[in-house]
């Protein structure tokens, strides 16, 4: 398949050689944005950050959708957004609805998932939809922007959408042959990048940039600064298949006990520059990684002294 | 088989409430778990329990059928007792209940049960599984014969999902098997990844759309009869 051409920002900057980051926004059940634009401006003051996800729906739960934050960020705040759908919610009809609706709004970077099952969310009674799978999404937006058509080969009036489109992969998963393989399908039907799921261990992380090089395709590698003890310790109870190192667990377990809420902050900082700032060293120096998806949600205060080195 | 859960007492009485005499219909069939002969007179024991507590006389026949699903089998078997009951309660899944209510239009049958899925005792464990959703797109000749319709819980043609986790599916809590991690190592042992890595398209659904019919045979074109005077 040609490579598609680079529509946004983001890809521009990957097929430019630049070693990119990208940072993640989450809107809950909320009318007013005002903590997603004020997330967006700390990133876009960095300078370093050069397109933000925004999420759709996470965990299943029943959040503001995600077309019009990503609009109201790349309008107000002129920060890129990665615009993450999710094929949870939506058949092919509104998925396509959305993409050629979002395309008019300006939207670059689209990230295709098959979105946490809403049996695990606040309205566990839903009738998921899984009309398509995430690589048939790719496919659905890959025909829209390369062929300017929808499906079923039916032509898209007044020109064709202008998009980039994502895939994600799990540098966790257990077995990872499987996970590895499928994101060969993907790739095969147009994706253009890859953002990956967070990682807490330098090595397991190469490994599965080195078994994605076969693809050759960009890849973010994900990481998750910790702003606290209770995120690191729910992370670790609570999402299987990811444990957060036992040392950076107890380092952030022992600011508790900081008092004066300044130094706690400074403290907390300092443990996760010094877990991740090497780790970020090591995987711009040793692979082919394109980038690092930081999904460091509400802890944007890390990202200028993460990121002033890079 | 197809898997039934059986409703609540409560449920059941309710709707057999307004009616004196009732037939109570279990199924030989391929319900599972069993509701036979001893199935259906425990639920009709237990109806009327029910009435007596609550004032009421209610007279009852179980009876049982090879098959409710089958309408001459149950046309037979239960047209003799048709005049002297006032309703139906049928043990059968919900194909069962359809049938006596299409070849019996004067009496009604409700449903004693809830039809759950297509599926099968799972290695002699304590629980039945989902085998088939009956989906009109037989993909199992991809996929080692594992379905990923009715093992998936995303119904995905290209799995598996990011929510696997050692093989086990975030539905239900980590428990399930993830039928796309199940079809990677079934293909694998039979050195037949090439199925596996095939990108299936999106599926055509109107094929899934209730209601849905199939012709028994095809209808023969009047050119393809033989001629009457070739006849033999």
């Given amino acids: 398949m040609p490579q598609r051409p680079a529509y946004s920002n983001l890809v521009k900057a990957i097929r430019e050689g630049k070693f990119v980051f990208t940072g993640e926004l989450e809107p809950e059940k909320d009318f007013d944005l005002k903590h997603v634009l004020h997330s967006a401006e700390e990133m876009k003051k960095t300078g370093k950050i050069i397109a933000a996800n925004v999420t759709d729906g996470p965990q299943g ?16 705040v002129g920060l890129e957004a990665i615009w993450q759908m999710t094929v949870r919610d939506r058949n092919r009809i509104a998925l396509f609805g959305d993409i050629l609706g979002g395309s008019i709004l300006g939207l670059k970077n689209l990230l295709a998932l098959t979105g946490d099952h809403s049996a695990l969310g606040d309205h566990g009674n839903a009738r998921a939809v899984y009309d398509l799978d995430s690589t048939q999404l790719i496919e659905l937006v890959s025909k829209m922007v390369d062929e300017g058509t929808d499906l079923e080969g039916n032509e ?29 399908r993907k790739v095969d039907v147009g994706a ?11 090595d397991d992380a190469k490994e599965f940039l080195k078994e994605l090089e076969k693809y050759n395709i960009p890849v973010l590698l994900g990481l998750f600064p910790i702003k606290n003890y209770g995120i690191a310790w729910y992370f670790n109870e609570y999402i299987p298949g990811v444990s957060v190192p036992k040392d950076f667990l107890d380092a952030l ?18 443990i996760n520059l010094e877990f991740y700032e090497p780790f970020i060293k090591e995987i711009k120096k040793t692979t082919k990684a394109a980038g690092i998806h930081c999904m460091a949600v509400h802890y944007e205060r890390l990202f200028e002294p993460l990121l002033k080195d890079f | 088989m197809i ?32 509701r036979s002969i001893n199935e259906a007179k425990v639920l009709a024991q237990m109806l009327e329990l029910k009435a007596r507590s609550n004032g009421k006389e209610l007279k009852w026949k179980a009876i049982t059928v090879l098959r409710q699903c089958d309408d001459r089998i149950a046309a ?14 049928s043990l059968a899944c ?72 050692e093989g086990k599916c975030e539905v239900g809590g980590y428990i399930h098997d993830c039928a796309w991690v199940k079809i990677w190592e079934r293909l694998k042992k039979f050195n037949r990844l090439d199925l596996f890595t095939i990108y299936r398209p999106p599926r055509n659904y109107q094929i899934w759309s209730s209601p849905r019919f199939l ?18």
């Fill in chain 1, 156 to 184: 898209i009036q007044g020109g064709k959408p202008q998009i980039n489109v994502g895939c994600a992969a799990n540098p966790n998963s257990n077995p990872r042959d499987p996970e590895i393989l499928k994101v060969g």
């Fill in chain 2, 3 to 34: 898997i039934t859960k059986q409703k609540d007492i409560e449920e059941i009485y309710e709707m057999i409430k307004p009616y004196s005499k009732i037939l109570v219909a279990g199924c030989d069939g391929c319900c599972q778990p069993p």
């Fill in chain 1, 253 to 270: 377990k022992a600011t508790k006990k900081i008092k004066d809420k300044q130094q706690k902050y400074a403290a907390i900082d300092k």
């Fill in chain 1, 61 to 76: 739960d029943a959040y503001t959708c995600s077309m019009v934050p990503c609009y109201l960020v790349q309008e107000k």
């Fill in chain 2, 76 to 89: 037979t078997t239960i047209r003799p007792f048709i005049e002297e009951y006032d309703a139906i309660m």
């Fill in chain 1, 192 to 202: 253009d990048f890859i953002q990956t799921q967070t990682s807490f261990d330098v």
């Fill in chain 2, 215 to 232: 012709h028994i045979y095809e209808p023969i074109s009047s050119e393809k009869e033989p001629k009457k005077e070739e006849k033999v």
């Fill in chain 2, 94 to 165: 919900g194909l069962g209940v359809g049938m006596l209510n299409r070849i019996f239009p004067t009496i009604l049958t409700f449903p004693a049960q809830d039809s759950m899925f297509g599926g099968a005792e799972n290695n002699g464990e304590n629980y039945f599984v989902e085998y088939c959703e009956t989906c009109g797109e037989c993909l199992l000749g991809e996929t080692g014969g594992i379905c990923p319709m009715a093992g998936c819980a995303k119904n995905l043609s290209n799995g598996p999902c990011g929510g696997q986790v």
